[in-house]
């Protein structure tokens, strides 16, 4: 086993925290407070080149690996959850679907925007019935002629208002009394399609969280992604690529609040003595850094299965959900130790942890994902 970083992802992983230092984490605290998305910082990442990070060079990608992507992940949510989620739903959920499964026509299309930057990557599958149970879309998506006639409601999609398209799943049939479920590109500016953003919610407050209402939407067949009756499984390919950016997401917020309870502990004085220099604080401040370094190395591992080739689901729905859960329990932790300041907007941990709820939840629950581990070992 090698556990260093190749020379590439340390010179990614030195670039990025330096820009996240310098460029994301000032304005965090404002963007939370006012829901205002990064755009700007998107922007800078383009310019970057980051935008495209582990698609192929061909299609303005940079061609780099999983553990790459994930490096980057971290070191945005370290400095700031919103940017951190932005970012790897553009690539995971947005970029992914149409690079694992689009043609060369659409990747041509559609993948080039997304690595440039020009369009923010998007994923249309969760619906107000059909969460957990994305077996239960309702979307439907009729073929007349050569077109799909697509109706019906999205929720809690990510980066929507920044895509100039996204894939989304609909049925398409229905086979041996079961509904066949696709996936299809939609360009957002399709007369009948709308975009709602207006949820009021408790952390992540400044990424871009939206409904999506499909009314009569027109798109050709050929925006039909990969092959019709194939979106469930699509989508489950998806999800176990995604599960890693939360992985890596879930590392960075614990990180930023463990460095924010550390710097705490040794400059806050009580009773004569510094928090650090007692012992229950150092003992807090000790099963934190152990925590996440344990989640690191299982995220890690699940992206290099992935670039591997080699079957990674069970790595990811661990790496994704021990990571989530630490990471809520090292932002409660961190806010401990802050005693009554960590209650506070301006010391950020408060902001941390609850950003960190959302990992526990999103693409796949903690629930769900002990069920793929246990369907993974063998149970069933």
Request: glycine share 10%.
């Amino acid at each position: 086993m090698n556990f260093d970083l190749s020379s590439e992802q340390a010179m990614i992983r030195k670039t990025i925290r330096e820009f996240a230092q310098e460029k994301v984490a000032p304005g965090a605290v404002e963007r939370d407070r006012d829901k205002r998305f990064p755009i700007e910082i998107m922007r800078q990442l383009a310019d970057l080149g980051v935008m495209g990070l582990p698609f192929p060079e061909e299609y303005g990608g940079a061609g780099a690996d999983t553990i790459s992507f994930a490096i980057v992940t971290e070191e945005l949510s370290r400095a700031c959850g919103s940017t951190g989620i932005s970012y790897s739903a553009h690539i995971s959920l947005g970029g992914a679907p149409i690079n694992m499964f689009g043609t060369e026509a659409q990747k041509r299309d559609y993948l080039i925007p997304i690595c440039s930057g020009e369009s923010l990557g998007a994923f249309g599958l969760t619906e107000p019935n059909a969460g957990s149970d994305a077996g239960g879309t309702k979307t439907t998506a009729v073929l007349e002629g050569n077109e799909y006639v697509i109706n019906g409601n999205k929720c809690f999609i990510t980066n929507a208002s920044f895509a100039n398209h996204l894939a989304l799943t609909a049925v398409t049939g229905e086979k041996n009394g079961k509904k066949e479920i696709s996936a299809i590109i939609v360009p957002t500016d399709t007369k009948g399609f709308s975009i709602i953003d207006q949820y009021e919610k408790m952390g992540l407050n400044a990424s871009n969280t939206t409904e999506l209402v499909l009314e009569d939407v027109r798109v050709d067949r050929k925006n039909l992604l990969g092959i019709e009756g194939e979106g469930f499984k699509q989508f489950l390919q998806t999800l176990d690529g995604g599960r890693i950016g939360i992985g890596a997401m879930a590392v960075g917020i614990a990180q930023g609040a463990f460095d924010k309870a550390l710097q705490y502990a040794k400059q806050r004085s009580q009773f004569g003595k510094t928090l650090a220099q007692f012992q229950i604080t150092q003992f807090k401040i000790a099963d934190m850094a152990m925590k996440i370094e344990l989640a690191r190395n299982m995220v890690y591992k699940a992206a290099w299965l992935k670039d591997q080739g080699r079957p990674f689901a069970r790595e990811a729905s661990m790496c994704k959900l021990y990571a989530s859960e630490i990471c809520m329990e090292i932002t409660s932790e961190a806010v401990q130790i802050h005693g009554g300041n960590g209650y506070m907007r301006e010391y950020e941990v408060e902001r941390m942890m609850r950003d960190a709820k959302l990992l526990e939840i999103g693409e796949g629950t903690s629930e769900v994902q002990r069920m793929v581990i246990a369907r993974e070992v063998g149970c069933y």
